[in-house]
């Protein structure tokens, strides 16, 4: 791997959602090699934590605060070397009980917030010759019953990566999207909790409709739990996507997720619509 070979200590990064999980992940490993994370979180307690890291400085943050974002700059230096859009939530269940409050949150905090920070940092990016990273997933390439909100999200930023990526060209800014399987955060930890609060908030007619289908998908999530791998697993990614002289567009990080990816890629869908649908009921 070819690195950069300017002084790391001089090189900054604006990670969001780095009070836990992947962000914080992200954060350690990159403040580690050196970099000053300007590492973004919404509690005091999790911003406290990240202000008594080296080479840290904790920025409050929510992404769905278009206030708080158009202020954003002010609390970075006037140049950039990178922005990691990592900040992410998780909403599950049959489209059908979809409530529509939670798929518009969905995609606002996935999708529509992930661009406005980018939009907001693009000029100190541009002033950097920085790169942006987006924090995707193997759902942004295949679509499972049950996810089809987080799918949609996911799908939705690996679009709007790709075209950003063309139309930064002219500015030489790279964009990459890491597309992990699953990985051991509190995501997947509170995974079937969330999912037995998903289906408590049902409405009766849904949850009958849906009994099988709930029922197959809450076992398939307890069995995948347990295949969750290390967060290092993307660390490792976006620190290639960072400081590599050919950093990746795309990131995918294990054999299972590659080859999902070829199976449906090059199956008919009829198919992959049957096998998926049977691992769900
Ligand atoms: P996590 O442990 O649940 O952490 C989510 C992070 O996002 C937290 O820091 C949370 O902040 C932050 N966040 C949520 N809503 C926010 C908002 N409105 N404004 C600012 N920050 C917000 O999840 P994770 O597993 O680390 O996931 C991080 C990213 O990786 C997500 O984009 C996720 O889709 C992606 N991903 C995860 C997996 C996986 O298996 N874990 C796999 C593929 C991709 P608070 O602490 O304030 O809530």
């Given at each position: 791997?070819?690195?950069?070979?300017?002084?790391?200590?001089?090189?900054?990064?604006?990670?969001?959602?780095?009070?836990?999980?992947?962000?914080?992940?992200?954060?350690?490993?990159?403040?580690?090699?050196g970099?000053?994370v300007?590492?973004?979180?919404?509690?005091?307690?999790?911003?406290?934590?990240?202000?008594?890291?080296?080479?840290?400085?904790?920025v409050?943050?929510?992404?769905?605060?278009?206030?708080?974002?158009?202020?954003?700059?002010?609390?970075?230096?006037?140049?950039?070397?990178?922005?990691?859009?990592?900040?992410?939530?998780?909403?599950?269940?049959?489209?059908?009980?979809?409530s529509?409050d939670?798929?518009s949150?969905?995609?606002?905090?996935?999708?529509?917030?992930?661009?406005?920070?980018?939009?907001?940092?693009?000029?100190a990016?541009?002033?950097?010759?920085?790169?942006?990273?987006?924090?995707?997933?193997?759902?942004?390439?295949?679509?499972?019953?049950?996810?089809?909100a987080?799918?949609?999200?996911k799908?939705?930023?690996?679009?709007?990566?790709?075209?950003?990526?063309?139309?930064?060209?002219?500015?030489?800014?790279?964009?990459?999207?890491?597309?992990?399987?699953?990985i051991?955060?509190?995501?997947?930890?509170?995974?079937?909790?969330d999912y037995d609060?998903?289906?408590?908030?049902?409405?009766?007619?849904?949850?009958?409709?849906?009994?099988?289908?709930?029922?197959?998908?809450?076992?398939?999530?307890?069995?995948?739990?347990?295949?969750?791998?290390?967060?290092?697993?993307?660390?490792?990614?976006?620190?290639?996507?960072?400081t590599?002289?050919?950093?990746?567009?795309?990131?995918?990080?294990?054999?299972?997720?590659?080859?999902?990816?070829?199976?449906?890629?090059?199956?008919?869908?009829?198919?992959?619509?049957?096998?998926?649908?049977?691992?769900?009921t």
């Open positions: 791997m070819t690195t950069r070979t300017t002084n790391p200590a001089a090189r900054t990064v604006l990670v969001t959602g780095a009070g836990r999980g992947i962000g914080l992940a992200i954060t350690q490993r990159m403040s580690e090699a970099w000053t300007y590492a973004t979180a919404r509690s005091e307690s999790a911003l406290a934590r990240l202000n008594a890291m080296t080479n840290v400085i904790g409050p943050l929510d992404i769905t605060d278009r206030d708080a974002i158009a202020t954003l700059p002010q609390h970075l230096p006037s140049t950039l070397d990178a922005v990691v859009n990592n900040a992410g939530i998780i909403v599950s269940g049959p489209v059908e009980g979809l529509i939670n798929l949150k969905q995609l606002d905090v996935n999708v529509v917030s992930q661009i406005a920070v980018t939009q907001a940092v693009l000029p990016l541009r002033a950097g010759h920085g790169r942006v990273v987006f924090i995707s997933s193997v759902s942004g390439l295949i679509t499972t019953p049950g996810t089809g987080y799918s949609a999200s799908y939705a930023i690996e679009s709007l990566a790709d075209a950003l990526r063309m139309e930064l060209r002219p500015w030489k800014i790279p964009v990459s999207l890491i597309e992990p399987g699953p051991k955060t509190d995501m997947w930890d509170g995974m079937l909790d609060a998903m289906t408590a908030q049902l409405s009766d007619e849904v949850r009958e409709l849906y009994a099988a289908h709930l029922t197959g998908s809450r076992t398939l999530l307890g069995r995948m739990q347990k295949f969750a791998a290390d967060p290092k697993r993307v660390t490792k990614a976006v620190h290639h996507a960072l590599s002289s050919r950093p990746k567009r795309r990131y995918i990080l294990d054999t299972a997720s590659r080859a999902q990816k070829l199976a449906v890629g090059i199956t008919p869908t009829a198919f992959t619509d049957r096998i998926l649908a049977a691992a769900t």
